[in-house]
């Protein structure tokens, strides 16, 4: 299955796309991984993105869409891969289509995370990531046993530069003038498939599963 994951920032698309990858097996690809893990790992690629990610915008296009483009010929992402965070508007949604092309593997399906902004802005305030392991916590939702800790292992919890709340506004908009209009060009091109993405973590995965099964060999 070739899946791309959409929904505004805080809809749940990086915890859902980890159940869903692995319940696929298929590669989970996410553009802001990949630029975290870069800043983290101070490369150039990681300088020229932290800039554009600390204000909430989006990195160029160029540089995403090379990025994307070399992530996709590695070998695990042959038989199907579950992009996260890209593409994130139509420029990016027009490459994605031309890189699939050259490789004669059209996408399966696109699943759009349905989810009312206030609850998004709660979302990602309150939440936490592991420094050690990357393990996302949530202040209000799912609360580690000691403030600042992860449970899982032991590691200092830090809030997001991008998860501030005039940042996340700004996310919020930037998705509204540049995302969204993503999920018009996938119905209209008969891909979209849409789920209510509010709810407990396991219900949403449960939806998830139920709506793309039927793609998992498309
Ligand atoms: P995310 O973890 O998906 O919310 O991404 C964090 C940040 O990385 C975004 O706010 C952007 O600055 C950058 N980013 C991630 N994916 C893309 C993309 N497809 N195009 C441009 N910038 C991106």
């Known amino acids: 299955m070739r899946l791309v994951l959409v929904g505004p920032p ?17 590669p989970k690809i996410s553009t802001g991984d990949i630029f975290r893990a870069n800043v983290s790992g101070g490369t150039e690629l990681g300088r020229m993105a932290k800039k554009y990610m600390d204000a909430g915008d989006l990195v160029p ?10 992530r996709l010929a590695q070998p695990d992402a042959k038989d199907g891969f579950l992009l996260d965070g890209f ?34 802005v709660k979302r990602l305030s309150g939440r936490r990531t592991c420094k050690k392991c990357g393990h996302v916590w949530h202040l209000e ?12 292992c032991g590691g200092e919890l830090y809030q997001r ?15 509204a003038e540049q995302t969204a209009p993503l999920i018009g060009f996938y119905r209209d091109a008969g891909k979209l498939v849409a789920i209510d993405a509010l709810g407990a973590v396991e219900d949403v995965t449960e939806r998830a599963i139920a709506a793309l099964t039927p793609y998992a060999d498309a």
Request: proline share 5%.
């Open 141 to 152: 939702y799912d609360a580690p046993a000691v403030a600042g800790i992860c449970d899982k």
């Open 10 to 26: 805080g809809a749940g698309k990086g915890t859902q796309a980890v159940f869903i990858a692995e319940c696929f097996e298929i």
């Open 61 to 70: 296009d160029e540089v995403t869409n090379a990025m994307v483009r070399d």
């Open 161 to 175: 530069d991008d998860d501030k709340p005039e940042t996340v506004r700004h996310r919020l908009d930037v998705y």
């Open 87 to 120: 593409p994130r508007n139509v420029a990016q949604a027009g490459e994605l289509d031309g890189i699939l092309n050259e490789l004669g593997a059209p996408l399966s399906v696109v699943l759009d995370l349905d989810v009312d902004f206030e609850e998004v």
